[in-house]
Protein backbone atom coordinates (compact mmCIF):
# COMPACT_ATOMS: atom_id res chain seq x y z
CA UNK A 1 0.00 0.00 0.00
CA UNK A 2 1.67 3.49 -0.86
CA UNK A 3 1.09 6.22 1.28
CA UNK A 4 1.93 9.35 -0.95
CA UNK A 5 1.80 13.04 0.00
CA UNK A 6 2.25 15.86 -1.51
CA UNK A 7 5.81 17.49 -2.00
CA UNK A 8 6.56 20.88 -3.44
CA UNK A 9 9.70 22.40 -5.02
CA UNK A 10 10.79 24.32 -7.41
CA UNK A 11 13.71 26.23 -8.84
CA UNK A 12 16.29 28.95 -7.13
CA UNK A 13 14.20 31.95 -8.69
CA UNK A 14 10.79 30.44 -7.51
CA UNK A 15 9.66 31.26 -10.92
CA UNK A 16 9.29 27.32 -11.46
CA UNK A 17 6.96 25.58 -9.01
CA UNK A 18 5.91 22.14 -9.08
CA UNK A 19 3.86 19.47 -6.68
CA UNK A 20 5.13 15.76 -7.01
CA UNK A 21 3.08 12.79 -5.15
CA UNK A 22 5.52 10.77 -3.45
CA UNK A 23 6.09 8.53 -0.15
CA UNK A 24 7.56 10.35 2.79
CA UNK A 25 10.36 7.93 2.61
CA UNK A 26 12.48 7.83 -0.71
CA UNK A 27 14.55 5.59 -2.94
CA UNK A 28 16.48 8.11 -5.12
CA UNK A 29 19.49 7.48 -7.41
CA UNK A 30 22.67 9.23 -8.22
CA UNK A 31 23.39 8.98 -11.62
CA UNK A 32 27.44 9.25 -12.31
CA UNK A 33 26.55 10.34 -15.82
CA UNK A 34 28.06 13.66 -17.37
CA UNK A 35 25.11 15.60 -17.25
CA UNK A 36 24.05 14.55 -13.71
CA UNK A 37 27.13 14.47 -11.71
CA UNK A 38 28.50 17.79 -11.93
CA UNK A 39 25.13 19.14 -10.53
CA UNK A 40 24.43 16.82 -7.85
CA UNK A 41 21.02 15.67 -9.55
CA UNK A 42 19.23 13.04 -7.25
CA UNK A 43 16.93 11.77 -9.14
CA UNK A 44 13.16 10.95 -7.83
CA UNK A 45 11.69 9.34 -10.62
CA UNK A 46 7.95 9.20 -10.37
CA UNK A 47 5.05 8.51 -12.65
CA UNK A 48 3.46 11.33 -14.96
CA UNK A 49 0.68 11.08 -12.79
CA UNK A 50 2.29 12.05 -10.08
CA UNK A 51 3.81 15.03 -11.17
CA UNK A 52 2.60 18.81 -11.60
CA UNK A 53 3.92 21.53 -13.08
CA UNK A 54 2.07 24.55 -11.00
CA UNK A 55 3.61 27.42 -12.25
CA UNK A 56 6.81 28.16 -14.63
CA UNK A 57 5.93 26.92 -17.76
CA UNK A 58 6.93 30.35 -19.43
CA UNK A 59 10.42 30.25 -17.90
CA UNK A 60 11.31 26.82 -18.85
CA UNK A 61 13.33 25.82 -21.36
CA UNK A 62 14.42 22.13 -23.14
CA UNK A 63 18.14 21.00 -23.09
CA UNK A 64 17.76 17.82 -25.56
CA UNK A 65 20.98 15.52 -27.15
CA UNK A 66 21.72 12.23 -28.29
CA UNK A 67 18.54 10.00 -28.56
CA UNK A 68 16.57 13.49 -27.85
CA UNK A 69 14.24 11.19 -25.75
CA UNK A 70 15.08 12.74 -22.23
CA UNK A 71 13.85 16.24 -22.26
CA UNK A 72 16.25 18.39 -19.92
CA UNK A 73 13.91 21.41 -18.55
CA UNK A 74 15.75 24.33 -17.00
CA UNK A 75 14.46 27.74 -15.61
CA UNK A 76 15.88 29.99 -18.12
CA UNK A 77 16.09 32.32 -15.38
CA UNK A 78 18.09 30.88 -12.82
CA UNK A 79 19.52 27.96 -14.52
CA UNK A 80 17.83 25.10 -12.14
CA UNK A 81 17.21 21.64 -13.96
CA UNK A 82 14.51 20.94 -10.87
CA UNK A 83 12.55 18.15 -13.26
CA UNK A 84 12.77 17.01 -16.02
CA UNK A 85 11.26 14.01 -18.57
CA UNK A 86 14.24 10.90 -18.24
CA UNK A 87 14.87 9.04 -21.30
CA UNK A 88 14.43 5.57 -18.68
CA UNK A 89 10.93 6.90 -17.85
CA UNK A 90 9.89 8.87 -20.96
CA UNK A 91 6.10 8.28 -19.31
CA UNK A 92 7.46 9.76 -16.07
CA UNK A 93 9.41 12.26 -14.72
CA UNK A 94 12.41 13.24 -12.41
CA UNK A 95 12.45 15.29 -10.02
CA UNK A 96 15.71 16.61 -8.41
CA UNK A 97 15.35 15.90 -5.07
CA UNK A 98 17.41 18.68 -3.80
CA UNK A 99 14.71 21.39 -5.39
CA UNK A 100 12.24 20.05 -2.97
CA UNK A 101 10.36 22.24 0.02
CA UNK A 102 12.49 21.33 3.41
CA UNK A 103 9.19 19.79 5.58
CA UNK A 104 7.39 16.69 3.94
CA UNK A 105 10.69 14.29 3.42
CA UNK A 106 11.55 12.07 6.47
CA UNK A 107 14.04 9.87 4.87
CA UNK A 108 16.45 9.59 1.74
CA UNK A 109 17.79 6.53 0.71
CA UNK A 110 20.20 7.34 -2.41
CA UNK A 111 21.53 4.64 -4.26
CA UNK A 112 24.23 4.69 -7.31
CA UNK A 113 23.19 4.52 -10.49
CA UNK A 114 25.87 4.18 -13.60
CA UNK A 115 24.65 6.50 -15.80
CA UNK A 116 27.78 6.08 -17.64
CA UNK A 117 26.87 3.15 -19.02
CA UNK A 118 23.36 4.25 -19.79
CA UNK A 119 22.92 1.25 -22.35
CA UNK A 120 23.45 -1.33 -19.89
CA UNK A 121 21.77 -0.08 -17.05
CA UNK A 122 18.89 2.07 -18.38
CA UNK A 123 16.38 -0.05 -18.58
CA UNK A 124 16.55 -1.39 -14.75
CA UNK A 125 14.91 2.18 -14.04
CA UNK A 126 11.81 1.44 -16.08
CA UNK A 127 9.47 0.32 -13.34
CA UNK A 128 10.20 3.54 -11.00
CA UNK A 129 7.60 5.04 -13.45
CA UNK A 130 4.87 2.50 -13.23
Not at 54 to 65: K, P
Request: aromatic share 10%; glycine share 10%.
Amino acid sequence: MSDKITHRGGCHCGAVRFEVQANARVLVQRCNCSMCAPSGYLHLIVPGADFRLLQGEDALTTYTFNTGVAKHRFCKICGIKSFYIPRSNPDGYSVNVNCLDAGTLEHVDVEPFDGQNWERHGASLAYLSQ
